[in-house]
Structure formats: C-alpha cells, structure tokens
C-alpha cells in the first residue's frame, strides 16, 4: 500500500460515475477533505472480514473482489468491483467479507464516521449511496443467475460478458477488449468448477472464434453475437 496523497477531485476518471458525482463542487471539495487517495498492489488487502468499519472507499482505477471463506476453508468470490464502485460498509461495527485487490489498484478511502456525517449533511450523497446498492444488488442477481446454469460453457461466456460490459465506458456498449480481472483460479472459485474446465471452456470458445486471448490476462471479445449464445 502506498502512502497517503490528497484527494484531487479535478480529472478524477470517475467523478461522474461514482457516489461522489450527485454532490455539487463545493461539497464534493467538503468530502475530499477528509479523504485521501492510495494505491494498492494487485492481491494486497484493502479490508479484511472481522475488522472493524472505519473506512470506505471509491475505486478509481484497477478491479477488486470481495469475498468470504467458508467452513470448508474454500474461498467464496461474492463480488467484483470496477472503477467507480464503492467498497467499505456504512453503518455496520464491522467488515463482513475480504475486499482484496485484484489489480494494481487506487481508491479514495474516507473514515466511516466522517463519511456518514457528510451523508447527513447533503441528502444528495445518501440518494446516490442507496442507488449504487441497487446496482450492486442488480450485479449480484446477475452473478447468481450465472453460476445457476447448468452448463460450464455458458458460465465461463456469461463471465466474460460481464467482465466486458464493467470494462466499458459506454453504458450502451460492451468493451471488446480488455484484460480479465480474475486468474482462472478465481474464475473457477467464483462460477463454482475446477480451473482445468475454466481453461477448457476458455480455449473452446476461443477454437470457435468467439474470443481471443492476448497474454496473460488480455482478452478480444471477437463475435460478441456468438458469445451471447454461447451464455444461455
């Protein structure tokens, strides 16, 4: 984790897009205040389950993942985050998952209290609170759908959908090139099948035409037509 640096509001790449957006300037010059910016190396832990509440935070770049682990001591993916979502737990003593992140990363973070105390003072930033859970709730309805269908195919097609829609700028439009923000491993931990059918399914869509995978990590979405069928 790198040391703190100021908020800087002006050419934030997701000022329009995060909580922070419903606020006018001047109270989004009140909330900077009392936050700072740091960055995250990729698998570095932004909180942890059973820690105590004491911050939150907007994504502004990278990806992170919020997950548990259960009682078998397998972990449980619950969540991906993208640029402009918010991590953290208003109102609540403590953290209830891990918010790991999955690439190099850079968040604001705010101390809870102060962050609930702007919340009381500009209704404005409660309204979008309440909405971004909505869209996350949204995103875990989807994530559920996903890993309920049968075929391993369609959940691997599913996945990379979603990935290319978070990877976009456009609301309208998919991105047809980005890189994965999960291993395959955690693909495989998060759809609920073993890595070698991750890397199967992987190199089937890809032998079909419908993906193409540049590197480790870059994917091109060649036949997004096609990967739609392929999701179910």
Same mark, same amino acid.
């Given at each position: ?144 759908? $996903? !890993?309920? *269908?049968?075929?391993? #195919? @369609? ?10 829609? %978070? &990877? ?41 035409? $419908? !993906?193409? *995978?540049?590197?480790? #990590? @870059? ?10 069928? %392929? &999701?179910?």
């Amino acid at each position: 984790m790198s040391s703190a640096a100021p908020v800087r509001c002006e050419g934030c790449p997701v000022r329009d897009q995060a909580v922070c957006a419903a606020l006018t300037d001047e109270e989004r010059a009140a909330l900077a205040r009392i936050g700072v910016t740091r960055e995250f190396a990729r698998g570095e832990t932004i909180f942890a389950a059973g820690d105590d509440s004491v911050a939150c935070a907007t994504l502004i770049s990278g990806a992170a993942k919020l997950s548990g682990i259960d009682a078998e001591g397998t972990e449980r993916i619950v969540a991906i985050v993208h640029p402009s979502g918010f991590l953290g737990q208003l109102f609540a003593a403590q953290v209830d998952h891990h918010a790991v992140a999955l690439t190099d990363s850079r968040l604001c973070l705010f101390p809870r209290g102060g962050f609930e105390a702007v919340m009381a003072e500009h209704p404005a930033l409660l309204r979008s609170i309440l909405d971004r859970t909505l869209v996350d709730l949204a995103e875990t309805r989807s994530l559920v759908d $996903l !890993i309920g *269908r049968r075929s391993s #195919r @369609g959940r691997v097609a599913g996945l990379i959908l979603l990935f290319a829609r %978070a &990877a976009s700028d456009a609301p309208c439009h998919s991105s047809l090139a980005f890189d994965l923000p999960l291993t395959r491993g955690e693909m495989a931990a998060l759809l609920g099948l073993t890595i070698e059918t991750v890397s199967r399914q992987l190199g089937q869509l890809e032998s079909d035409g $419908l !993906i193409a *995978r540049m590197g480790p #990590r @870059g994917l091109i979405v060649r036949d997004p037509a096609g990967l739609e069928t %392929a &999701a179910g």
